[in-house]
C-alpha cells in the first residue's frame, strides 16, 4: 500500500514522495536489484519468517580511510534506510580499529598506515556523512507518523579499547578454521600476488567476525549486510555466533555500484564520488547523476530512490517518447542530492546547473564565488577595485584573460569574450557596474568557450 504525499520544499519547488508502507520484509528489495547474495544460501523463506515475526537489529561498517564516504557506500546507507521504513533497528559501525588493521577484500597491496589524528577527523567526516543522510531522509523523505527507529553509530575501537588481546585471539578466534579463513578470496588473491600479505590483514575477518558477535550480544544483531567483496567477512562472522552461541544470525550482500565500464566505485579504484560536499561540490555531485547513461539511470533510480517501482516504470515510458527532456536522469539527480545534501544543497546544485547550461545570470548572481569557480571548471577569482571610466579591456587585462592588449583586442572585437554569459565586443567600452556586477558583487568573465575568470570587485 502506497500513500502519495506532496512535499514542498522552497526554491526547488514540489516534488512527489511515496512511502512505501512499513514493509518488514525488507528481501523485497530484491525487485529492486538491491541485494545480490544470502547467508546461509538456503536461508531466503527462514529469513523472511524472521523479518516478518519482529524489528531485526542489522548493522553495516566503513573503515575510516577517508574522511568522506563515497556513493558505494552510499548504496549500503540507503539499504539501511530501508530497514529503519520497515521498522527495524539500524546500527552503522565506525572502524575506528578496523582501519589500523586493513581490509585485505579487493585490494592488491597492503593499505599504507593512517595516523591516529588523520583516523580521528575521518571518524568525523564519516559520521557526519551517516549523520547527514539520516537526518535528511527523515526531514524529506519520511513524512509518517510513526515514529523511526533511531540510528545508533558505534565505533569499534570503544571494545577493543578495553579487550585482552588473549581474550581475541584465545577467546574467538580458536573457533574460526585455518582451511575457512585460507579459503576467502581476499586471502587467495593476495597470497598469489608478488606483495604477499600480513598477519595484520590476514587477522582483519576476525576483527569483523568479532564485531558481529560483540554486537550481536550486546544489542541482538542478527543481519549484517555490505558491498559483495565484504561476503567473505560476513560468513567468518556467521561461523563464530554459530560455534560461540549456536544461534543463528543472516548476511546480506549488495551489488558493487560500478562504472558503466564495469569499474567498481571507491576509495582504492580512485574514481570516487565523495558524499562530502567540500570533497565534491554539490554542483558536482548533482552532475554526477544527471550524466548517467540511459542504460544505467533505470537501475540507479530503482537503488538509490525510494520511489516506487510503478513510478519509475512511468517515467522510463515517458523517457523514451522525449529522451531530450531527461526525465530519469533529473529525478535521480534531483532526489539523491536532496537525500545527501539537503535543500540547501539541491538548491545551489540546480542553480549552478541553471547557470552554466541555461546561461542564467540570475542563477549566477545567487551563487557563492567560490560555488562559482568550482562550477566553472575552477575559474580563477580575481580581485578587482571599481574605478570609474574603465573599459571592458581594461578590466579584462587586470582580471588575466589575456597576455597582451593586442591579444585582447583581437578576442575581444572578434566575439570571443563575454561578461555573465553576454558576448561583449567593443574592448573601449565602459564598464556600468549596474549592467555587469552580479547580486553578488561578482561578474563572470569568459574567453572562448571554457576559461572562466571571476570579478570579485572591491568598491
Ligand atoms: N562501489 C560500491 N558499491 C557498493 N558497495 C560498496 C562500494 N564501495 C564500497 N562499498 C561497501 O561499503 C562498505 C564500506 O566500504 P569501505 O569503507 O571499505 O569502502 P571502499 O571504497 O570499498 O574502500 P576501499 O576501496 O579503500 O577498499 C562495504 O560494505 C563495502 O562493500
Ligand atoms: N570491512 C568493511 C568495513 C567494516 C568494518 C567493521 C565491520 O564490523 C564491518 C565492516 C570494509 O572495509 O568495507
Redesign the pocket.
Known sequence: MFTKYFLNYGKTGVIFCYRHYSNRNVLKLKERGMFEDIFPDNAANVVTDVLNARPQVVY?G??P?ANSL?V??L??LINLLHWQRGGHHPIAVVGGATAKIG?PS??TKEREEIARTIIEENITGLCSNINAIFNNHEKYFWKDTTKLEPLRILNNESWYQIMNPVELIGGAGKYLRMGTLLSRTSVQNRLQSSSGMSFTEFSYQLFQAYDWLHLFKKHNCTFQI??N??MGNIMSGHELISKICNKQVYGLT?P??TTEMGD??????GNAVWLSNDQTSDFTFYQFWIRQPDSEVEKFLKLFTFDTLGSINDLMRKHKEQPQLQLPQKRLAEQVTLLVRGEEGLAKAQAASKALYEGSVTALGEMHPKEISETFHGATIVEVLSEAGQSILDVAMKAGCFPTKQDAIRIISAGGFYINQQRVNNPSEIVNLNIHRLKNNTSLLRVGKRNYYIVKWLL
Open positions: 553495516a566503513f573503515d580511510t563515497h558505494g557506500n548504496l549500503v581490509d579487493g585490494r555490505g558491498g567483496d565484504q549488495l558493487l555500484v567498481k566505485f571507491g576509495k582504492s579504484a
